[in-house]
């Protein structure tokens, strides 16, 4: 948000800001972070549950 902000301020072009390698770099790190957090919470109960009834079965 920060980076936006200060090349907003320099007079740079929004089209050119979102083109830019930074930005994208960014707005891709943001999508990762996301998927991740997303994922992990229902990834890791299928797990424990897989594992759980694995040793009750036992």
């Known amino acids: 948000m ?3 902000m200060a090349f907003m301020a ?3 072009d929004m ?8 930005v ?3 707005i ?7 998927f991740g957090l997303v994922l992990v919470a229902p ?4 797990i424990r549950g897989y594992l759980y ?3 009750k079965k036992s």
């Open 28 to 34: 891709l790190h943001t999508l990762a972070g996301s």
């Open 2 to 4: 920060f980076a936006m």
């Open 43 to 46: 990834l890791t109960a299928t």
């Open 15 to 22: 089209k050119n800001i979102i083109n830019s390698g930074f």
């Open 24 to 26: 994208a770099a960014k």
């Open 10 to 12: 320099k007079g740079i």
């Open 53 to 55: 009834t694995m040793k």
